[in-house]
């Protein structure tokens, strides 16, 4: 590598990239900082396209990447919004079950949450309608730190202090190709080149193939699922306070159906994870025969598809029957009607499969010649993204000195 601070490229203009980039900025105050980012502003994939929460850390195994970064980075993500007067609310949420067959796993939901350092409550029928009014459950875990926020908003006020200490934030060029020369790696855009002497790969949706222009074999394959939302109307806004979720299916890293009043006041109903025929498949109609030819050639997609067929069979189905997404958000709120429901946006996850067909639970940071792969960072990876950041700040610090 060049003597002298060593000059860092991050691609990916979204939350991730962003935070990495000021966990960097802070840890190297000298080192030049770029970030690529293919579209014309960032936060347009994933960070812009999600439900708005602060998750407060409930879900995740003790021990894990998830649990620990998620509450460094709630914690983290409160401050930057109070310095850069980015609007959020500490709204706490309810976890509902409905079913006696949910107790159980609500309250291993409990166990984790106290193992996580959180100060939950569990509510009977009566206090969780005292809670929410218009829910319905046997029993239902309250979680006071949870919270909202904008994402979109949050990247913007990440590149404007990024720009406001010195680094390159390029929007509008893609990484196109790598190649080496002497000690550093030359980053091909549409649009000219980049030097560095060591990248940050945060592409998100597309970071296995970004991975494999490192030279890497990721040994994950990126599957995009796709989560749709229903927007609710005046009058069913009205029946919901905050955020009211179900009991997660333990087996999936998806946290089923819920009902959220986000930062602006809106409430929206979702999202599902509908298997998309494209990486930036926004659109049940959107299909990217490139990206369909690369995830069939993959042996973990089959294996993952033999797993869970009925279950990708469903949420096609409920995609397209605004009854059964109904019937599932009315076992949160009975009074809900299919009139509350008006048309609303999606978002696509960027999952990562392995090998043997198993959706990575985890954050996934994997290391390759002179670069750092982010390979999975699904929620609640925005609300972490302070915390990955200095995490990947912290690795790479010690790759660079090595
Ligand atoms: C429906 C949905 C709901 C969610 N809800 C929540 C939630 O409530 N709370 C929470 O904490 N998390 C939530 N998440 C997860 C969260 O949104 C993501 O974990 C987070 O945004 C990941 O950020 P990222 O920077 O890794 O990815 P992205 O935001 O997708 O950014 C990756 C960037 O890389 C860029 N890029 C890709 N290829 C190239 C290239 N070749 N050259 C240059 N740039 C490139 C892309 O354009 C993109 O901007 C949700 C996600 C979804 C999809």
């Not at 509510?123 to 309608?129: E, G």
């Not at 995830?295 to 409920?318: I, L, N, S």
């Amino acid at each position: 590598m060049s003597p002298g601070p060593r000059r860092v490229a991050i691609i990916g203009g979204g939350i991730v990239g962003l935070a990495t980039a000021l966990a960097l900025r802070e840890s190297s105050p000298d080192a030049p900082l770029t970030v690529l980012e293919k579209e014309s502003e960032v936060g347009r994939h994933q960070t812009g396209h999600n439900s708005g929460v602060l998750h407060a850390g409930v879900y995740y195994p003790p021990g894990s990447l998830k649990a620990r970064l998620c509450a460094d980075g709630r914690a983290r993500m409160e401050a930057f919004c109070t310095a850069h007067g980015v609007p959020f609310t500490r709204c706490g949420k309810l976890v509902v079950a409905t079913r006696e067959a949910e107790l159980p796993r609500l309250e291993t939901l409990r166990e984790r949450a106290v193992a996580n350092g959180l100060a939950v409550e569990v509510l009977d029928r009566d206090a969780l309608r005292e809670v929410e009014p218009h829910a319905a459950g046997l029993r239902a875990l309250r979680v006071p730190e949870s919270g909202v926020v904008d994402y979109g908003e949050v990247a913007r006020a990440m590149k404007a202090a990024l720009i406001a200490q010195g680094v390159a934030v390029r929007t509008g060029q893609s990484l196109r190709g790598v190649r080496r020369m002497n000690h550093a790696l030359v980053l091909e855009t549409g649009t000219g080149e980049v030097e560095s002497d060591f990248v940050v790969n945060c592409g998100g949706l597309h970071a296995d193939r970004l991975a494999r222009r490192f030279g890497l074999d990721p040994g994950i394959r990126i599957v995009p699922f796709r989560g749709e939302y229903f927007h609710l109307s005046a009058a069913g806004a009205a029946k919901v306070r905050a955020l009211i979720y179900p009991v997660p299916d333990p087996d999936l890293p998806f946290l089923g159906v819920h009902l959220t009043r986000g930062v602006h006041g809106t409430v929206e109903a979702g999202p599902n994870a509908v298997l998309a025929f494209a990486r930036e498949g926004y659109r049940r109609r959107d299909l990217s025969p490139g990206d369909l030819i690369e995830a069939f050639a993959f042996p973990g997609f089959w294996r993952m598809a033999a797993r869970w067929w009925r279950t990708a069979a469903y949420e096609w189905r409920r995609s397209l029957d605004p009854a059964l997404f109904l019937r599932d958000l009315q076992r949160l709120v009975p009074s809900l009607t299919r009139d509350d429901l008006c048309p609303g946006g999606s978002g696509v996850r960027a999952q990562a499969v392995d090998r043997d067909g198993r959706l990575a639970d985890d954050f996934l940071f994997v290391e390759g010649p002179r670069s750092l792969h982010v390979l999975n960072a699904p929620s609640p990876a925005a609300t972490a993204s302070l915390a990955i950041g200095r995490e990947i700040a912290r690795r790479a610090g010690e790759r660079m000195a090595g």
